[in-house]
């Protein structure tokens, strides 16, 4: 039993003595004790001031008194208002170290036949041009949030919603078919995101230009963009390849391997994955049936030009356009095709989709219009919305100009890892191979933990030389406490020193019990970033127990302590603070290197 179910029951027991009350000790909440005041957990007693009739702080006082006396586990106690801070006996600590280190996977929830199954969207990548800056928070928030919930004890499902079909894929493949003189990524080099990247954009620039040609010879701009010849023969593409032109299919499905191909390096370099990957080429069609069957069902309704609509005026909205008058989908449609078929293939009970808080509005429609059709995890359904990122200006180079990719970001960030470490000293006595692991690791875990730590919610500016600080809430900061402690541990193995303390005779001090209370805390703070989805508590959590454990190693000898059992309490304890640190950071799909 912990130390929290000890207290809970005790104080349960004491109501129901002192007031005669049958309180349920699982509802009664401690919380951790404020650092001004002494103590290890707060119990608030407001709510038993109506049994007791006596004033808040009397009440306190009285609960505090009986659970001295009959729980072993409580040392002192002291009042404040209706407030109850409870010393525990420091004897107490060492055993709850003890479990600890003898519970594997302490802190996470097993996911048994029984649990329910998430289905997490992440990523949603366009198959016209690389991964960016935006990408990589969506990734990182959505593979984060995966991890987090499987450790809360839910099956999850990651999945993918690649954009590879519309306008915007073609006008790619027109530029590859007019100016690329037959280039692969192979001919030249490049990956193939990156190759398709720079057709899109030249695309763009012969369009811009051809524009300004019209123009010049005396149409608005709205005209010289409507006659435009690139911008027809684009449109035209796009109507062979929806009629299944053979030609078009070819080309179309060559790019995109060569696209699909490049993503996959960069997702593996990323560290994300997917079990499962859509195609919006084999949804949108599944899309327009579903809408149809609605139609049918007159849950929908058609306009005289044959567009067919939903009216979400009943819940505040507007009315929703679901198939154009042609007859073509747009991308809610899509939306409810992809709905339909991962229904066909999983049995969702929570679908939640990681999208930036732009699409606020989408995901609130498309709530309304899946319930409506008959999915019964439709209105549950969850949009992690998320703000934008964004670098300061110059920081970075940027491959059109405007976007980030995310290639170079990552080359950047392990090119500054590397001088950083360089010039610290901290990579002294490496061979070359293991010089660059580290650096990788440093610089993936400084760009990963800096865009975690925030609270999703909020916009933010990722600045690269800030995050690879050695000192500071930052992702190296906590690999190095962790290479630290398998420093202290490898250096314990060498002198053959024990780390098994004699438990019984351990009283482990203040700053010692803070650590241990820290570590033992790890389960609730999964917990609250499962129910509140926020990779942030997990990566700000890491970072207090890591500045409380540098402060303990600072003030305390650990492998020159003379008692054997104090040094073997030191080492156990140090042992188990880096475990919370690495699965903390795996949470966070973070590496955390044992030499640094």
Same mark, same amino acid.
């Given at each position: 039993?912990?130390?929290?179910?000890?207290?809970?029951?005790?104080?349960?027991?004491?109501?129901?003595? *002192?007031?005669?009350?049958?309180?349920?000790?699982?509802?009664?909440?401690?919380?951790?004790?404020?650092?001004?005041?002494?103590?290890?957990?707060?119990?608030?007693?407001?709510?038993?001031?109506?049994?007791?009739?006596?004033?808040?702080?009397?009440?306190?006082?009285?609960?505090?008194?009986?659970?001295?006396?009959?729980?072993?586990?409580? #040392?002192?106690?002291?009042?404040?208002?209706?407030?109850?801070?409870?010393?525990?006996?420091?004897?107490?600590?060492?055993?709850?170290?003890?479990?600890?280190?003898?519970?594997?996977?302490?802190?996470?929830?097993?996911?048994?036949?029984?649990?329910?199954?998430?289905?997490?969207?992440?990523?949603?990548?366009?198959?016209?041009?690389?991964?960016?800056?935006?990408?990589?928070?969506?990734?990182?928030?959505?593979? =984060?949030?995966?991890?987090?919930?499987?450790?809360?004890?839910?099956?999850?499902?990651?999945?993918?919603?690649?954009?590879? +079909?519309?306008?915007?894929?073609?006008?790619?493949? *027109?530029?590859?078919?007019?100016?690329?003189?037959?280039?692969?990524?192979?001919?030249?080099?490049?990956?193939?995101?990156?190759?398709?990247?720079?057709?899109?954009?030249?695309?763009?620039?012969?369009?811009?230009?051809?524009?300004?040609?019209?123009?010049?010879?005396?149409?608005?701009?709205?005209?010289?963009?409507? #006659? =435009?010849?690139?911008?027809?023969?684009?449109?035209?593409?796009?109507?062979?390849?929806?009629?299944?032109?053979?030609?078009?299919?070819?080309?179309?499905?060559?790019?995109?391997?060569?696209?699909?191909?490049?993503?996959?390096?960069?997702?593996?370099?990323?560290?994300?994955?997917?079990?499962?990957?859509?195609?919006?080429?084999?949804?949108?069609?599944?899309?327009?049936?579903?809408?149809?069957?609605?139609?049918?069902?007159?849950?929908?309704?058609?306009?005289?030009?044959?567009?067919?609509?939903?009216?979400?005026?009943?819940?505040?909205?507007?009315?929703?356009?679901?198939?154009?008058?042609?007859?073509?989908?747009?991308?809610?449609?899509?939306?409810?095709?992809?709905?339909?078929? +991962?229904?066909?293939?999983?049995?969702?009970?929570?679908?939640?989709?990681?999208?930036?808080?732009?699409?606020?509005?989408?995901?609130?429609?498309?709530?309304?219009?899946?319930?409506?059709?008959?999915?019964?995890?439709?209105?549950?359904?969850?949009?992690?919305?998320?703000?934008?990122?964004?670098?300061?200006?110059?920081?970075?180079?940027?491959?059109?100009?405007?976007?980030?990719?995310?290639?170079?970001?990552?080359?950047?960030?392990?090119?500054?890892?590397?001088?950083?470490?360089?010039?610290?000293?901290?990579?002294?006595?490496?061979?070359?191979?293991?010089?660059?692991?580290?650096?990788?690791?440093?610089?993936?875990?400084?760009?990963?933990?800096?865009? *975690?730590?925030?609270?999703?919610?909020?916009?933010?500016?990722?600045?690269?030389?800030?995050?690879?600080?050695?000192?500071?809430?930052?992702?190296?900061?906590?690999?190095?406490?962790?290479?630290?402690?398998?420093?202290? *541990?490898?250096?314990?193995?060498?002198?053959?020193?024990?780390?098994?303390?004699?438990?019984?005779?351990?009283?482990?001090?203040?700053?010692?019990?803070?650590?241990?209370?820290?570590?033992?805390?790890?389960?609730?703070?999964?917990?609250?970033?499962?129910?509140?989805?926020?990779?942030?508590?997990?990566?700000?959590?890491?970072?207090?127990?890591?500045?409380?454990?540098?402060?303990?190693?600072?003030?305390?000898?650990?492998?020159?302590?003379?008692?054997?059992?104090?040094?073997?309490?030191?080492?156990?304890?140090?042992?188990?603070?880096?475990?919370?640190?690495?699965?903390?950071?795996?949470?966070?799909?973070?590496?955390?290197?044992?030499?640094?």
């Amino acid at each position: 039993m912990s130390i929290e179910n000890i207290i809970s029951e005790a104080v349960a027991k004491a109501v129901s003595a *002192l007031y005669g009350i049958d309180a349920d000790a699982s509802k009664i909440a401690l919380q951790p004790t404020k650092k001004e005041f002494e103590g290890n957990f707060t119990v608030v007693v407001f709510p038993f001031v109506k049994m007791s009739k006596k004033k808040p702080e009397d009440t306190a006082r009285e609960i505090g008194n009986y659970i001295k006396e009959n729980c072993g586990a409580v #040392k002192d106690f002291n009042a404040i208002n209706g407030f109850l801070n409870i010393v525990v006996e420091p004897s107490f600590w060492a055993n709850v170290l003890k479990h600890i280190d003898e519970t594997p996977d302490y802190g996470f929830k097993a996911v048994t036949p029984d649990s329910e199954l998430v289905m997490i969207e992440y990523s949603s990548p366009n198959t016209n041009k690389p991964l960016h800056l935006g990408h990589v928070r969506n990734n990182l928030l959505g593979y =984060s949030l995966s991890e987090i919930l499987k450790a809360n004890g839910y099956k999850v499902v990651k999945t993918n919603i690649v954009n590879d +079909r519309g306008i915007h894929i073609c006008k790619s493949m *027109l530029a590859w078919e007019k100016w690329g003189n037959g280039a692969t990524p192979e001919s030249t080099g490049k990956k193939g995101d990156h190759l398709i990247g720079d057709f899109y954009v030249l695309f763009d620039k012969h369009y811009k230009a051809e524009v300004k040609q019209l123009m010049a010879e005396g149409l608005s701009e709205e005209e010289a963009a409507a #006659k =435009s010849p690139l911008m027809h023969e684009a449109r035209e593409m796009l109507q062979k390849w929806e009629a299944g032109d053979e030609k078009v299919r070819a080309t179309w499905k060559m790019m995109n391997d060569w696209v699909y191909a490049g993503f996959d390096q960069t997702y593996r370099r990323l560290g994300v994955d997917f079990d499962k990957i859509y195609y919006e080429s084999n949804t949108y069609l599944e899309g327009k049936e579903k809408v149809l069957e609605g139609l049918e069902k007159g849950l929908m309704y058609r306009k005289e030009d044959g567009s067919v609509w939903a009216d979400l005026t009943g819940e505040g909205l507007d009315q929703k356009l679901l198939l154009r008058s042609d007859g073509t989908s747009v991308y809610m449609t899509q939306d409810i095709g992809t709905a339909k078929l +991962r229904y066909q293939d999983y049995p969702i009970d929570k679908m939640i989709y990681v999208v930036g808080n732009e699409q606020n509005y989408h995901f609130q429609v498309l709530s309304i219009l899946l319930d409506r059709l008959g999915f019964k995890w439709g209105k549950d359904l969850v949009h992690f919305s998320y703000g934008m990122v964004e670098l300061p200006e110059g920081k970075m180079k940027s491959r059109e100009g405007t976007v980030v990719d995310a290639d170079d970001l990552m080359d950047e960030m392990i090119a500054t890892a590397k001088a950083t470490s360089e010039e610290l000293g901290k990579l002294d006595g490496c061979s070359q191979d293991e010089a660059d692991n580290i650096s990788r690791i440093i610089g993936l875990g400084a760009l990963k933990y800096f865009i *975690l730590k925030v609270d999703p919610r909020k916009n933010m500016t990722f600045n690269p030389k800030e995050s690879i600080d050695f000192n500071g809430n930052t992702g190296p900061f906590i690999q190095y406490t962790y290479a630290r402690i398998q420093s202290v *541990l490898r250096k314990a193995a060498e002198q053959g020193i024990c780390t098994c303390p004699d438990i019984a005779a351990c009283a482990p001090n203040d700053k010692e019990v803070a650590l241990i209370q820290r570590i033992a805390d790890f389960g609730n703070v999964v917990a609250d970033a499962g129910k509140s989805y926020s990779p942030a508590q997990i990566a700000n959590y890491t970072y207090d127990l890591v500045k409380e454990y540098n402060q303990f190693y600072h003030d305390f000898s650990i492998l020159r302590e003379e008692d054997g059992n104090v040094r073997a309490l030191r080492l156990l304890l140090s042992k188990n603070v880096g475990e919370i640190i690495r699965r903390g950071m795996a949470l966070l799909g973070i590496e955390v290197p044992d030499r640094m």
